[in-house]
């Protein structure tokens, strides 16, 4: 999702969401959904470690013959996160990896979570960070990545990204990040999404219970 954006739950303001698309952060405390190149996990954010670029290594690099390195990326995070639920024995904390972004800002905010995680198995990369919401006693996940966003991930983790409605829709603001020109049509490949009297609502999420219907290996 994008910087800025805003929920709103029954009118009130609530704090920015942050639905990371493609934003990477390795090893043992999570909770896992899934056997193949990626893992969805539900984890609660313990620490984080953010690592500046470093141009001036770049830079002899190059100089002694090595690779051009053409990038806006500010450097790199490592994150650990506690195991809350799994449908596989895991770690009691996994540690992943990510590139931050040219405005150097952390993957994540520090004090938010649980979170639902999508991971590359083998690096243990973020692919994709959900935002968990809690309504009417049950736990849904904000997964709010378009059609094509959603065609990218593995085939085990596609039917698990089975969306439906949610008890309370939300009012999303993305006034700062889409123009209404092109509104209708942004809100239109997000399948959580709807435009309703020119407002965009999460009317959709991905239950928790659906993902990990069963108590987590020890």
Not at 85 to 103: A, F, I
Not at 108 to 118: D, F, R
Not at 127 to 132: D, F, L, R, S
């Amino acid at each position: 999702m994008l910087r800025g954006d805003v929920l709103r739950l029954g009118g009130s303001r609530m704090k920015p969401l942050y639905v990371a698309l493609l934003i990477a952060l390795s090893t043992p405390s999570l909770a896992f959904a899934q056997t193949g190149s990626e893992t969805v996990f539900v984890g609660q954010l313990r620490s984080m470690t953010l690592t500046p670029r470093d141009r001036e290594a770049e830079r002899r690099a190059r100089e002694a013959g090595g690779d051009l390195i053409i990038s806006n990326s500010c450097g790199t995070a490592s994150a650990t996160f506690r195991v809350i639920r799994s449908t596989r024995r895991l770690p009691r904390e996994v540690r992943t990896h990510d590139t931050v972004g040219e405005w150097c800002d952390p993957p994540l905010p520090l004090n938010q979570g649980p979170w639902l995680i999508v991971m590359e198995s083998r690096t243990r990369e973020l692919q994709a960070v959900y935002e968990i919401v809690e309504q009417q006693g049950a736990s849904y996940a904000l997964v709010l990545d378009s059609q094509e966003e959603l065609s990218t991930r593995s085939p085990e983790i596609r039917p698990l990204l089975d969306l439906q409605p949610l008890p309370e829709p939300l009012e999303y603001d993305v006034s700062n990040s889409v123009s209404s020109d092109g509104l209708a049509e942004w809100v239109s490949r997000r399948p959580a999404l709807e435009l309703r009297d020119g407002a965009v609502w999460i009317a959709r999420g991905l239950p928790l219970a659906n993902l990990f219907p069963g108590p987590t290996p020890n």
